[in-house]
Nanobody, 122 residues
Framework: QVQLVESGGGLVQAGDSLRLSCAAS????????MGWFHQAPGRERDFVAS???????QYADSVKGRFTISRDNAKNTVYLQMNSLKPEDTAVYYC????????????????WGQGTQVTVSS
């Protein structure tokens, strides 16, 4: 069973940066596809970024050029570097893991963290 713990969220101003971390325990993350999703109040949980075990990445159009997903298998940790933050990025950010090929749908990921709040003020 994969256990995931996110950290790094907070309250920032528009244009600022944050780096989210997702630490895993129980398994070696190197065997997993990892994803970041976000969920704003009253909205569905949406795909943000994913990274394959080999380092291939995918991004939602809304974050391309601003966010970067990366992984450090030695530390069993995945990161989401968020630059040029906008108020519309405000949401709870979740880390997720799955076996197999890269995916972008929430239903494709079987393991989830508890989430970390990111709030961007204008």
């Amino acid at each position: 069973q994969v256990q995931l713990v996110e950290s790094g969220g907070g309250l920032v101003q528009a244009g600022d940066s944050l780096r989210l971390s997702c630490a895993a325990s129980g398994v070696a993350l190197s065997n997993y596809v990892m994803g970041w999703f976000h969920q704003a109040p009253g909205r569905e949980r949406d795909f943000v970024a994913s990274i394959s075990w080999s380092g291939g990445t995918q991004y939602a159009d809304s974050v391309k050029g601003r966010f970067t997903i990366s992984r450090d298998n030695a530390k069993n940790t995945v990161y989401l570097q968020m630059n040029s933050l906008k108020p519309e990025d405000t949401a709870v950010y979740y880390c997720a893991a799955r076996r197999g090929v890269v995916a972008t749908r929430t239903g494709d990921f079987g393991s989830w963290g508890q989430g970390t709040q990111v709030t961007v003020s204008s």
